[in-house]
């Protein structure tokens, strides 16, 4: 369900197309989550890259490191550009 209210709060509210990205870079919109947690773990630095990169290295099947990285990567080049453009 589409959030149509939102709580009062000091925050900041972002749009991207995550489903869209994998299936156009990737062509497996299976790795959108992954780009999504490229795209926030780059915006709020909640943790490094190395840090994450690892974790995905270490997480995802085998076979799919590569893929989840090139995820990881297209989802802070989307954090990236949006910052230029903020």
């Known amino acids: 369900e589409l959030?149509?209210?939102l709580p009062e709060n000091n925050f900041s509210i972002y749009k991207?197309?995550?489903s869209e990205a994998?299936?156009?870079k990737l062509k497996r919109?299976?790795?959108a989550n992954i780009i999504m947690l490229g795209f926030l773990t780059s915006l709020t630095e909640i943790t490094s890259a190395e840090a994450i990169a690892?974790?995905?290295r270490?997480?995802?099947p085998k076979g799919t490191e590569e893929l989840n990285l090139k995820a990881?990567?297209?989802g802070r080049e989307m954090a990236d550009k949006l910052m230029q453009i903020v």
Do not use: K
């Open 54 to 56: 690892e974790a995905i």
């Open 3 to 5: 959030v149509t209210t």
């Open 72 to 74: 990881l990567d297209i």
């Open 29 to 31: 919109s299976i790795v």
């Open 22 to 24: 994998a299936t156009q």
């Open 58 to 60: 270490t997480g995802v």
């Open 16 to 18: 991207a197309r995550f």
